[in-house]
């Protein structure tokens, strides 16, 4: 009986310590092989930044990864050599030729690296590219005339041409054309709505690029004041429901809102709860149901680039 229970503990010794070495038993990775995905082999680009990016590996439990430029059996300057978790990493280059690598690594080994050429190309010649603008957005709206243009830089770009045009870009010139060598400028523009453009250009190949356009409207000028039209001044109208209406001022500029303001004071300072009330595009009536009393209405007009315009007549009104 001792016997069979000594074989029996020495059979759950062996168990234990096989299964406790297989947990520390990496997986087997040196034939595997890394898929790499981008940039794409052989590309040949002029962009500076890359995310290299490949497949993940199972059993892999970091990568190396290697860039030079030249070929690895030629190397004419190492340029990365890292050991990366993740399977994306981003590398600004410069313009030539390059070969990057990758492989899986674990603690039981390591995959053959897997190889990719990539070509910045350097030519000086920039006419199919486009300059990339910043800010302003399209279509923004401004009461700011002194505008700053901001763009990006294009790779062999010596300078950039801006214009600023009425209209349309072939419109009468409201501003340049003038140089810079900085990726913005500040101009000072008139009213109106307005086209800016910005070309890259390389003097040593004598090309440039098209310009890049967008469409800018500077409107500096306060609206008019609104006329109020109904219920007339001092009138008595019934309890429930009213309507009231006013005429905006002629439009100078950008498109009008207005925000229509209820008073318990003659003075014009005590706003009614819920007051004031901002109308929707192009609105000018605003119906309500007021408790009996005597009540004090203005309305005051905001076009789209923030200019607020003057308040029109306190008028009262009173419902029994």
């Not at 910043?134 to 401004?142: A, G, H, K, V, Y």
């Not at 008073?263 to 408790?291: K, Q, R």
Request: aromatic residues 12%; proline residues 3%; negative net charge.
């Amino acid at each position: 009986m001792k016997k069979t229970a000594k074989y029996t503990i020495l059979f759950l010794l062996i168990v234990t310590t096989f299964f406790a070495c297989d947990d520390f038993i990496e997986e087997d990775i040196e034939n595997e092989v890394i898929n790499l995905l981008a940039p794409g082999n052989n590309l040949t680009t002029i962009k500076l930044t890359h995310t290299f990016w490949w497949d993940w590996l199972d059993g892999a439990e970091v990568y190396n990864m290697q860039i030079v430029e030249g070929t690895f059996t030629s190397v004419t300057s190492f340029v990365l050599d890292t050991t990366v978790s993740k399977n994306k990493f981003d590398v600004t280059l410069y313009p030539g030729s390059f070969q990057w690598r990758i492989r899986g690594e674990n603690n039981g080994g390591k995959t053959d690296y897997s190889t990719f050429n990539l070509v910045i190309d350097s030519t000086l010649d920039i006419s199919s590219l486009q300059v990339v603008l910043n800010s302003p957005s399209d279509n923004f709206i401004t009461n700011n005339n002194a505008i700053l243009f901001e763009w990006q830089s294009l790779l062999n770009a010596d300078d950039y041409l801006i214009e600023v045009h009425q209209n349309t870009f072939s419109g009468s010139v409201v501003f340049g054309p003038q140089i810079a060598t900085a990726l913005n400028l500040t101009a000072t523009l008139p009213e109106g709505t307005l086209v800016w453009g910005v070309q890259a250009r390389n003097s040593t190949s004598g090309t440039s690029t098209t310009f890049s356009t967008r469409t800018l409207i500077v409107d500096t000028t306060n609206p008019n004041a609104v006329v109020l039209d109904s219920p007339a001044h001092n009138a008595t109208v019934t309890s429930g429901f009213n309507t009231y209406a006013w005429t905006q001022g002629i439009n100078t500029g950008t498109a009008l809102t207005d925000r229509i303001h209820f008073y318990s004071d003659a003075a014009g300072t005590l706003l009614l709860n819920g007051y004031p009330v901002t109308l929707p595009l192009g609105i000018t009536t605003h119906s309500d149901s007021l408790a009996a009393g005597t009540y004090y209405w203005d309305v005051q007009t905001t076009d789209a680039a923030g200019n607020i315009g003057p308040f029109s007549n306190l008028n009262t009104v009173i419902i029994p």
